[in-house]
């Protein structure tokens, strides 16, 4: 932005203001202080009052509004930086529960597989076992036919016979 003259008028003065900003933004100034001085002399009928004190109060009023401002503006600034350590902390702890979390999900995946291959040797087992128990059935029918203790008596009493000679 160039370099702008701008005239306006405070308190019945005439000014010529040279400034970079804009001229809007010059004449709100100038209508700011302009509200100072009013607000200072029409309430407090203090018309008659010399216009350097007039002045001089509103420069003492705008003064103050800056400092507050200037006051809440550290304010925000400690607070922001307060707000930016606890996010900070914040984000690390997210982290943390973060990694938490995959080596949980990692601890559960691991038992999981482990589980299913204990399901799958239990299933082993069980058909081997299923498996025997079907063979000593059937050993247990066999030997519960008539010819086969007919055999195992004639056996029985043989070994009974030599055993006597």
Known sequence: MGVNKIHVEIFGESLTLVSDEGEEYIKELAAYIESKIDGIAHPNARSGMHPTTLSLLASVIIADELFKERGKNQSFGKDMEANTKENERLRTLVDELWQALEQTWND??????????????????????????????EYIDAFDSPGIKGVITSDMSRISLREAN
């Open 108 to 137: 559960l995946n691991t038992q999981k597989e482990q589980l299913e291959r204990a399901r799958s040797e239990a299933t082993e087992y069980k058909q081997a076992m299923e498996k025997a128990q079907n063979e000593l059935a």
